[in-house]
């Protein structure tokens, strides 16, 4: 198969325009979280608000998204039904999960991933000194239907004037904005629905679920190393596939793959050739290329250069997947 230049480049989304939405979540409006910028690049996401720009509607079986946030600004605690991975772009970022966030926590550098377990309540905060960015790939095509949130981030938000609908969608009371006849406000888990969500000890989660950026840099000097996937180093199987690449990773020649390839730019400058054209790839930037498409992929100055490569599987994305 071919591509034209021009259809390429609407299959990638460059970092320097992407389109924030300021009002995705609940917590849009409680202090300490109300700063901060959520990004749809590939699929709607989990966004809850009719603001959210979505930059590539088709999705691969997976979605791709990004947070960004100022110092100090947090993602209030919340779980999901499909895998959530975020690798750290920019910054330095404190993740920590539990009923109330104090289960335990890890820190991610710039280039680090962590694959957070599905079930339980988990949250992120940029604790850098700039304004920081992480990565997302969320699983499913719908991401999992949504969030669950912990019972106290509705009670804050609603005290700050929102309120989420049980259909899925906010409402900003200070707008004049109230819920549709006959839907009601998202109802809050109950004491034995609290019970279903673990508190995983630290060990566990460093131990299977975090993988750092010069341990990967060291694996993928002469071939891609696995990070996410059923014999990678992060086991699972959430419906995609998570490699990392760096110089030397893969020869100059082209190849192609019968699957959706989607390249996130870590580091350097990248030259993607296939047959109808080229591009360019910078930091944050995000390129879906089509199963089929005849395609090489090298860096394209010297110094470090490295990048995640995410592939559909035919496995069903849902829960962490244990042997």
Known sequence: MTLSQAEMERRIVRYGELKPCRTAFIDAHTPGSNQKENFTIIGGGVSESADQHVHIKETPGFNIGAAGQPPK??????????????????????????????????????????????????????????????????????????????????????????????????YDSKKGQTP??????????????????????????????VARYWDLMALAAKEPAKVIGEQALLRDKPGFEVEFLTRGSIPEDAYSVDRHEILMIMRGHWKLTWDGGEAALAPGDTCAVPPGLRHSLTPSMTGEASLYRVTNTQDKAGATWRE
């Open 73 to 170: 600004c947090r993602n209030s605690l919340h779980s999901h039904r499909t895998a959530e991975v975020f690798f750290v772009l920019k910054g330095r970022w404190r993740f920590f999960w539990g009923r109330w966030g104090n289960a335990g926590e890890v820190v991610l550098e710039e280039g680090d991933i962590i694959n957070i377990p599905t079930g339980i309540f988990r949250g992120f905060e940029n604790i850098g000194t700039d304004y920081g960015m992480i990565m997302a790939i969320l699983g499913g095509d719908d991401a999992g239907g949504g969030v669950i949130w912990a019972p106290q981030v509705i009670e804050d938000a609603k005290d700050h004037g929102l309120v989420l609908g049980e259909n899925g969608k906010l």
């Open 180 to 209: 549709p006849e006959g839907v009601k406000p998202m109802p809050l888990l109950t004491d034995e629905q609290l019970k279903a969500f673990p508190e995983t000890p630290v060990r566990d989660v460093v131990r299977d679920y």
